[in-house]
């Protein structure tokens, strides 16, 4: 269970909504996080376009760096998510 949660009548972009779909036809539904990044389309977007680049069977990367790289992505949405809440913070 999340911690955070998206409120239910969210209104997501027509694009989001396309990687909603495809969660909820391999995942059997839509995960909480992928929510919450979906309130950001534009980063959404992007993060799910490079793990889809890099996952696909004919990826040229090793499973080795393919594993790095989303470590280290996923270590930058942390901290990209950090400092937006503290920018957001300030600005209040």
Not at 73 to 85: D, Y
Request: net charge positive.
């Amino acid at each position: 269970m999340s911690i955070i949660t998206t409120p239910s009548g969210y209104k997501f972009h027509w694009y989001v909504k396309f990687f909603f779909w495809n969660q909820k036809r391999k995942y059997a539904a839509i995960l909480e996080p992928a929510r919450l990044w979906g309130r950001s389309p534009k980063v959404f977007a992007t993060l799910a376009s490079l793990y889809g680049a890099f996952d696909r069977g004919s990826s040229p990367l090793e499973p080795a760096l393919r594993c790095r790289f989303h470590r280290s992505m996923g270590a930058l949405f942390v901290l990209a998510s950090i400092h937006q809440k503290g920018v957001r913070d300030d600005a209040a």
